[in-house]
């Protein structure tokens, strides 16, 4: 009875012995046929030594960069896609077979005949080459071809080492060999002729077939005809020269005819079928997968804005990588199916009523955020601009044209000031401080603070702010009547009551950032003293409104805004950070009774019926459910705000001129932009149950126990 060691000895020796022997034959192959035989052979034990069976893992699972798409909250509606290499992994079933025996054909006539390395056809081009004294024929199989492509194509590895998978060495032959031979026993034919099919380039910037089928033909891979398979077969061998839109279209065809009678000599087409595809036209389609956010759509270039935000989101997370770098790397290679939370039919309606107020080749801008209570989903992001780095007719710099971040800030943008819209955080500081909403000051057109400051606000070195109309404004007001018709000196007079520095941290605690330097070094450093801070000094953007009164909307619940639903990676897999991230930052009562109030000032009426007065009583007509919100307005109309939210939605825009502050857009377009979020609210909840918002306790309401 034979030993197992003994087996396993002569299995050990017959595979030294083989490769030696392909080795000898691939130095020949490579033209190096004189290296002398003990160099040969310990070659031979070094690739032996490191286990015949042994197999890097990225050869069966290849790690090869994916192409990652970005879609609407339908799932469907493609926005997008990152990539760094234009490639979308298929499964075999999703080619045509057509395709399959096309490129085994064009290929690897024996693919199913041999075990990884074609011991013929090596000895085939040993002797060819032999004779023709140079380098004539080569003999890798496909699998040897797969091999070689996952090397020299794995992110994984540095330039160098991706470099030296293709480097002219008998060395590295032997290794691909081996591997080949390896790579058979653990995987099956149809399994490396897909891996094959995926991992391969195919010129003119498409790798793997599903890319190719859509770049030459705009088709998906099971789509393919005879003569469009043979073709693109044919584009493997040399994809740089033979690429039939930019490179050698003659050479192209005459691969194509050569793969056509390859197949016909397989048997695996008719002799007649393989001529009639020889003599069809070439009839290419080619289409460009989109690429980053400037590959919107062109009829929808304004999604283009939501795209640079989710973009500034991802870069944030680190669950795709340690820096925004290696973030960037994992969106453009790591084959993501991104389910956003744009929702198309909002974020039309938000751009039509963006443009009802300024067109596109306005300087001016009115952009828009819209934004779910409960989750900080970001719906719309629409402005009245073209996400496009096309270039501006006289020089101007963000219109009609821009990349810049106008809805979201970012960038270049700081914000825009928000006017008495910043009330809201006075008011919620004053409830939070025990002051109920039936609070009453005898407001006067003018008030002197005890906050130090300069300029035209200043009498005698203090700031002293006046109601912007005495008449509607002036005389004994509570916060309901205050909100209700923008009382400036009484919500300043509610801020010297609780701190300037309380109304400071109440917005920074409801999500509004401080992108300005200056604004952030006053929230640093200079709370205390901000007192205009009240009435909405501080830069801000549409976005931020939009999330901080959703914030009141969810009855005290913060959500980070999140652009996105859900993500799955390359392999389907669900990943945690498209979930929403909330936390409780108001007491519910508080928000409620902030609500009860922010009903005034757009028509609605308080629970407790103590609304007489605002400043867009038509946002109540339009929406026609229970709403709250509220205007701002910033020094000599600089700019105009509104903010109005539901239980179901909020949105915020403001009407400015993102390169010009002192271009001022006067009071009158207030109406108009009131009006448009309004529109935007009622479209967005046309099939919505209406919800009504709960009341505030008694406590809080007029400082009485229940």
Avoid at 304 to 323: E, L, M, P, T, V
């Amino acid at each position: 009875m034979r030993s197992r060691s003994g087996s396993r000895a002569r299995s050990r020796v017959r595979k030294i012995w083989f490769l030696l022997v392909v080795g000898v034959a691939a130095g020949a192959i490579l033209g190096v046929a004189t290296i002398p035989s003990g160099t040969l052979l310990l070659i031979g034990l070094g690739s032996i030594s490191a286990g015949y069976d042994d197999l890097p893992r990225n050869l069966s699972t290849p790690p090869t960069a994916q192409r990652s798409y970005l879609y609407a909250n339908d799932g469907k509606t493609l926005i997008t896609s990152f990539y760094a290499e234009n490639r979308h992994d298929v499964s075999l079933d999703a080619v045509a077979p057509v395709m399959r025996q096309a490129m085994v054909a064009a290929e690897d006539t024996r693919f199913y005949r041999h075990s990884g390395v074609d011991v013929r056809a090596v000895v085939r081009a040993f002797v060819a080459n032999q004779q023709g004294g140079e380098v004539r024929q080569g003999a890798s199989t496909l699998t040897m071809q797969y091999v070689r492509n996952v090397l020299k194509n794995d992110p994984n590895l540095t330039e160098e080492q991706r470099a030296a998978a293709t480097e002219t060495t008998t060395g590295r032959k032997l290794q691909e060999m081996r591997y080949a031979l390896a790579l058979e026993r653990q995987l099956t034919k149809e399994e490396i002729l897909g891996r094959y099919l995926n991992i391969s380039y195919f010129g003119a910037g498409a790798y793997g077939i599903a890319a190719a089928s859509q770049r030459y033909f705009s088709k998906p891979a099971d789509k393919l005809t005879l003569a469009e398979a043979a073709l693109l077969a044919g584009l493997v061998q040399s994809p740089h020269t033979d690429d039939p839109i930019s490179g050698d279209v003659g050479a192209a065809l005459g691969r194509r005819s050569y793969v056509l009678d390859q197949m016909v000599e397989m048997g695996m087409v008719p002799a007649a079928e393989a001529a009639t595809a020889k003599a069809e036209k070439l009839q290419l389609r080619p289409s460009t997968e989109p690429n980053d956010c400037v590959g919107v759509p062109a009829k929808h270039d304004d999604w283009g804005f939501f795209c640079d935000y989710f973009q500034q989101w991802w870069n944030a997370q680190s669950a795709f990588g340690d820096d925004v770098q290696q973030r960037q790397r994992a969106l453009r290679r790591g084959g993501y199916a991104i389910t956003t939370s744009l929702d198309p039919g909002i974020q039309a309606t938000a751009l039509e009523e963006s443009l009802a107020v300024y067109d596109y080749d306005n300087p001016r801008a009115v952009p828009t955020a819209v934004v779910q209570p409960g989750t900080g989903r970001v719906l719309a992001l629409a402005v009245n601009r073209h996400y496009s780095l096309a270039e501006n007719p006289d020089g101007q710099e963000n219109y009609p044209n821009t990349v810049n971040q106008l809805i979201a800030g970012g960038g270049a943008i700081e914000g825009y000031q928000g006017g008495s819209t910043f009330k809201l955080f006075a008011m919620l500081a004053a409830l939070e401080d025990d002051l109920p909403l039936s609070t009453g000051y005898d407001s006067p057109t003018r008030l002197i603070t005890k906050w130090q400051v300069t300029g035209s606000a200043s009498c005698g070195g203090y700031w002293c702010p006046r109601n912007a109309n005495p008449e509607r404004m002036d005389g004994y007001r509570t916060m309901w009547t205050g909100f209700g018709r923008s009382v400036n000196t009484y919500f300043v007079h509610l801020a010297e009551r609780v701190g300037a520095e309380a109304v400071v941290e109440m917005a920074e605690r409801l999500g509004i950032t401080f992108r300005s330097d200056g604004d952030a070094e006053l929230a640093r450093n200079g709370a205390r003293e901000w007192g205009p801070f009240v009435l909405g000094v501080a830069a801000t953007t549409p976005l931020d409104l939009a999330n901080a009164y959703a914030t009141v909307a969810a009855e005290g619940r913060y959500c980070d805004p999140l652009p996105v639903v859900s993500i799955k990676d390359a392999a389907g897999r669900a990943v945690a950070v498209g979930n929403p991230s909330c936390k409780r930052v108001l007491n519910a009562d508080i928000a409620r009774a902030a609500t009860d109030a922010a009903r005034c000032p757009v028509g609605d009426q308080s629970a407790f019926g103590r609304c007489n007065g605002g400043t867009a009583t038509d946002v109540y007509e339009i929406v026609k459910r229970p709403v709250a919100g509220k205007t701002g307005s910033s020094d000599n109309y600089a700019t105009e705000t509104v903010v109005i939210y539901t239980p179901q939605l909020a949105v915020a825009a403001i009407a400015a001129n993102p390169d010009d502050p002192q271009d001022l857009v006067g009071s009158r377009v207030q109406a108009k932009v009131a009006d448009g979020v309004a529109r935007i609210m009622a479209d967005a909840l046309r099939d919505e149950p209406k919800r009504n918002f709960k009341a505030p306790s008694l406590d809080l309401a007029f400082g009485v126990e229940e």
